[in-house]
């Protein structure tokens, strides 16, 4: 502490005034030295740099002053050849001697000397140690032919009229332009002028030629015509122009010569200018130039920010963007990095789209390029995946790198981004909506296995389409299919609302029915003014305020729409109705009087998850009244409504007790452990009680803890579900869930098997022969092709191998371009189909979003593409809870309150319900569900396809009669035939071959020839489906499988199936009618304190007779 305290300096005696002065004299003996920088910036030349050439501001207006006194010495000699008398004679003297007085001469004499003064000291300014460089420019030499001779002529008074080419400033005016523009766009921070510029350089290039040329023809003609200004004006334009009139032609030699060194300088110049200026043209039309910071202010756009733009995908969005009336005054511009594609190029070139599209080539992740697409006053900006890329993952490491420039860029712009993985979507988070591809598509491959064809539920539900496809075909089912696909989903407010005012304080049950048996429009969800969440069908139990959201499916939304009463339909004979089958019946009759109706309460207590059983109506109530159907109460009764626990199944009642302590030891339900990544919704779902080793999870191989190496081994209760892919992804997560969702009965789970690769023995092991269905995911690694169409190669192949070995098993996939579909079971001499391709063309020439919706493979939901709710995507901008509605509807989302979606088969027992309406009714009085649609199988007479013709030798003469007859008497969807019957005289040649081959050989081996030709002709005789069967057989025989499951595979192509989507109410039902239904939540009925186990269980009898109607 001491020493510390001892070098510490003792303070001065005393601070005196002059040491504040002065500064404290202690330092002075520092060894520190202050230091100052740039202090080459402080020398006199660097401030005249900074002053001249540096600074942008003061070099500008240096430039501006240059350019002004350029053009007043031009200015000066138009004034002396105005004020000049034209002399008499031819003589030599007048070219080198002019008449200029003293004022005008005065005021030349002060530009010279300013102008020469200036560009002396920016020459002395810009010198850099070379000063032939500064003397032989061509700037500095006129500026000396001009401005000297004045200077000299003020010391030597003789040689003030002598003739000085003062015209030629007009080429140092050009230069100083050119220099003051580009400080100006300096200044003003502008870098995409050289457009402008150039056009600039090329006019001002253009007059000087013409000013040089006029003035230079003037003064040398003074020994000649004598021409004026006006005249060597009107010869200059003449000649530039190629006219040539001739009436104002040069006399003397030195004006021609100098006309044909002024045409040589054009024909070099301006070549170059115009080279130039096409340059940039052609530059500016592949980047697209700018979208104006006027025409942003007052005008509303969107940006469409991609990798590369296909015109699959631009067709696709300017489609769906401009399908809706308020998005018409809108402009779409798009920034993409590449250069425009030709189909691109000409599609934009289009007048429907040339004045609504612009083409911006530039960078996401620049802010110069989002300034180019004013980023920062759009309404919206989409950024879209690109899905052709072999590594997805890269891909979508790009969408996140855009999406965070725009919110960099511009904070307040609403983002709409596609992800194809889904482990990358809490990157992006703070976008407003994200749709995740990967997701959606297993979501919907595996609904598909559920609830089939639910990919076309979708795909039609978020497509703009006013319903008139297919209206002028000649099918049924076509009429009915397309005009159902117009339905849409719209919202509005319930007070505002003319289909549901009328119902506030009623039930959403009662709601929903009535709205669609009076105006035809199926209410499926609302969103409460409190609460964010949407609800899909809350059920009974929700009492509709005024100011709930509803959201509804309809043709078109209700501002739309015209309303009419029961006498103006019955005076314009409207129906309201689009079936016209035989057996239609009106609206009115669909509910029968309420005197013969014996009334069940509304049933809304545990009921069977597999789909309510819409039983018929005992015997003994036939014999005295007609059957009839509950009404729909107004609230619910809740004290019928009886609650279950649902960790109980009620699948369970139905299995003996040995089953249900063996099924409650396999499974519970709970939500997973464990999430594959961040951000996917918390499902509750089956568990099993304890994990299983990873050795069980290989079906092929036996491990210590089972010996099984087949599916068949295993003795699965219920069909497999095969699952086709390249890899095991983290999407596979939203395939799984939905098949074990809390919902489902434990007795309907199907077993699932991951198949890694797909060779003919992997496929029988694991069970392709017994499999409910084959879902073949796209493969990623044959995205990314040559040709784009192509990137569906290898899947369309591999499903077409399977639909040919085993072709009554059903195949879901997914393609990535839609247009590939029409391969999906292809049948080269299909007629049927070929009619179909017809139909899509001119569905697709009328304009149509959806004319690829008349492929079987897709009207059945066997394929989709996922390029196809790339629409989900647009529609969002306008109805900005599709998204939300589309993930509850597949399952992605689980809301508390909100409905499932989930399906039931008509059955022979419930053909007495008729049709829709009552069916509606029966199930909102009952179950409180809510139909939305129905999944419709038809039969379809075709021949026999040209792969199972097997014709024997024998019967061939016989039959080709009978066969050429009904060839003639089939329908056009009858037309599938083989080469065989198409061909009669080579099927003849080949019998006769085949006879002849028999006949030969030696006689004493008689027997031999005959089991070899017998041998010959049975195999001759074999069916192309016949060679598959066999093969099929072998393989399995020697890979120790049984057969016993394998059949012929008949070939199911004889049927088609198709969605109504909200039908018409007096839409008959049909056998095997599959109806789509948006399901209560069970966790809506559990009460606060959860029951014991015993009282938990609803009796199986009880519930059966609660949910049948007793008429």
Request: charged letters at 20%.
């Amino acid at each position: 502490m001491v020493d510390l305290e001892s070098e510490v300096p003792p303070l001065p005696p005393r601070y005196r005034f002059r040491d504040l002065l002065l500064g404290d004299q202690g330092w002075q003996n520092d060894d520190r030295v202050q230091v100052e920088f740039y202090m080459n910036e402080n020398t006199f030349k660097e401030r005249l740099k900074l002053f001249f050439i540096k600074n942008q501001r003061s070099s500008l207006r240096i430039r501006l002053f240059n350019f002004s006194l350029k053009l007043l010495s031009c200015l000066l000699y138009i004034i002396r050849v105005l004020l000049e008398n034209p002399s008499q004679g031819n003589e030599w003297s007048h070219i080198f001697w002019v008449n200029r007085s003293l004022p005008l001469w005065g005021l030349q004499v002060s530009v010279a000397l300013i102008s020469l003064f200036e560009t002396i000291l920016l020459g002395y300014l810009s010198y850099k140690g070379n000063i032939w460089e500064q003397i032989l420019r061509i700037p500095f030499i006129l500026e000396i032919i001009n401005a000297v001779p004045f200077i000299i002529s003020i010391f030597w008074p003789s040689l003030r009229n002598l003739f000085v080419p003062v015209f030629l400033n007009c080429w140092l005016a050009k230069h100083a332009l050119e220099n003051m523009i580009n400080d100006l766009h300096r200044a003003i921070q502008r870098t995409q002028s050289a457009m402008f510029n150039q056009v600039l350089i090329l006019i001002s290039t253009l007059l000087c030629l013409i000013f040089t040329c006029i003035c230079g023809i003037q003064h040398l003609e003074r020994i000649g015509k004598k021409l004026n200004l006006f005249d060597s004006l009107y010869f200059c334009i003449v000649t530039f122009s190629t006219v040539g009139f001739g009436d104002v032609t040069p006399e003397t030699w030195s004006s021609k010569l100098f006309v044909v060194a002024m045409i040589c300088v054009a024909l070099v110049v301006l070549p170059i200018q115009f080279e130039q200026l096409a340059y940039l043209w052609m530059e500016r039309q592949k980047s697209g130039g700018n979208y104006s910071r006027h025409r942003a202010q007052t005008e509303k756009h969107v940006v469409l920010c991609v990798s590369s733009l296909k015109i699959d995908l631009l067709m696709d969005f300017l489609n769906e963007f401009y399908a809706h009336p308020r998005l018409q005054d809108y402009y779409v511009v798009i920034l993409c990095p590449t250069e425009m594609d030709v189909q691109v190029r000409r599609v934009l070139q289009i007048p429907m789209w040339s004045q609504r599209v612009i083409y911006l080539q530039g960078s996401a992740l620049k802010d110069q390029d989002l300034l180019r697409a004013k980023m920062d006053d759009a309404e919206a900006c989409f950024i879209l995946s690109s899905r052709c890329e072999v590594d997805r993952t890269s891909s979508d490491h790009q969408t996140i790198l855009r999406a965070w420039a725009v919110k960099d860029f511009a904070p307040n712009c609403p983002l709409y981004v596609q992800i194809l993985k889904p482990e990358n979507k809490f990157h992006i988070k703070f976008a407003d909506h994200v749709v995740c591809e990967e997701e959606f598509k297993y979501a919907m491959l595996a609904l598909n296995c559920i609830c089939p064809a639910t990919s076309t539920l979708i795909t039609l539900l978020v497509h703009t389409s006013r319903g008139q496809e297919g209206q002028q075909s000649p099918e049924q089912w076509q009429k009915m299919y397309g005009r159902c696909s117009g339905n849409e989903v719209y919202h509005i407010v319930l007070e505002e609302s003319t289909f549901f005012a009328e119902y506030e304080g009623k039930s959403f049950t009662y709601a929903s029915f009535h709205a669609h048996k009076k105006f035809g429009v199926c209410l499926i969800g609302v969103r409460r003014e409190d609460n964010k969440n949407i609800l899909l069908n809350p059920g009974p139990r929700c009492i509709m305020n005024a100011t709930d959201i509803c959201f509804y499916i309809n043709i078109t939304k209700e501002e739309n729409s015209a309303f009419k009463n029961q006498d103006q339909q019955k005076k314009s004979n409207v129906s309201r109705s689009f079936y016209h089958g035989p057996s239609r019946l009106p609206v009115h009759s669909i509910i029968a009087s309420m005197g013969t109706v014996a009334i069940d309460l509304q049933d809304t207590s545990c009921r069977s998850t597999s789909g309510p059983t819409l039983s018929l109506p005992t015997e003994g109530s036939k014999e005295i009244r007609r059957p009839s159907i509950a009404p729909v109460l107004e609230v619910a009764d809740t004290s019928s409504i009886q609650t279950c626990d649902l960790l109980s199944d009620q699948s369970e009642d139905e299995t003996t007790p040995d089953e249900e302590t063996s099924s409650n030891l396999e499974y519970a339900k709970g939500y997973p452990p464990y999430s594959p990544y961040i951000g996917s919704s918390p499902t509750f779902c089956h568990l099993l009680h304890e994990k299983v080793p990873f050795c069980c999870l290989r079906l092929d191989k036996s491990c210590q803890h089972n010996y099984y190496e087949d599916a068949k081994a295993y003795g699965f209760k219920n069909k497999l579900i095969i699952v086709a892919a390249e890899t095991a992804g983290n999407g596979l997560y939203n395939f799984i869930v939905p098949l074990r969702a809390y919902y489902r009965p434990k007795k309907e789970l199907n077993p699932i098997v991951l198949l890694l690769d797909n060779p003919l023995d992997d496929l029988l092991r694991c069970g392709v022969t017994f499999a409910a269905n084959m879902v073949v995911v796209d493969k990623e690694s044959t995205m990314s092709a040559e040709e784009d169409y192509m990137a569906d190669a290898k899947t369309i192949v591999n499903v077409q191998t399977l639909f040919r070995l085993f072709s009554s098993l059903s195949i879901i996939t997914e393609l990535t371009h839609p247009a590939n579909m029409r391969f999906m079971q292809f049948r080269a001499k299909d007629c049927y189909s070929l009619a179909l391709s017809k139909l899509e063309k001119k569905e697709r020439e009328k304009g149509s979003n959806l004319a690829f919706m008349f492929r079987l493979p897709f009207a059945a939901g066997r394929v989709f593409s996922i390029s196809m709710l790339d629409t989900l995507l647009y529609q969002s901008f306008v109805k900005d809870y599709m998204i939300s509605i589309t993930r509850l509807l597949l399952g992605l989302d689980t809301t508390p309150g909100s409905g499932f979606l989930c399906s039931m088969k008509i059955t022979e027992d419930d053909l007495w319900i008729r049709t829709y309406a009552r069916l509606y009714q029966k199930l909102c009085s009952s179950t409180g569900d809510v139909p939305i649609g129905i999944y419709r199988t038809e039969s379809q007479k075709l021949t026999t396809s040209e792969s199972q013709i097997s014709i024997s030798v024998e019967e061939w003469e016989d039959t080709k009669d009978c066969k050429e007859q009904g060839h003639h008497r089939s329908n056009h969807r009858n037309s599938t035939s083989s080469d065989q019957s198409d061909h009669p005289l080579l099927r003849r040649k080949s019998m006769q071959w085949a006879r002849r081959l028999s006949r030969k050989g030696p006689k004493h081996s008689g027997k031999t020839a005959e089991k070899i030709t017998q041998q010959r002709l049975n195999l001759y005789r074999r069916s192309e489906r016949q060679e598959l069967a066999e093969l099929v057989n072998n393989r399995m025989k020697h890979l120790g499988l049984s057969t016993a499951g394998y059949d012929e595979m008949n070939d199911h192509q004889s049927t088609l199936s198709y969605i109504l989507i909200n039908p018409s109410p007096d839409t008959r039902l049909e056998l095997n009618d599959v109806v789509y239904l948006i399901r209560p939540d069970p966790l809506a009925y559990l009460p606060n304190s959860e029951p014991s186990r015993k009282n938990s269980i609803c009796n199986t009898t009880g519930q059966d007779s609660r949910e049948e109607t007793q008429l």
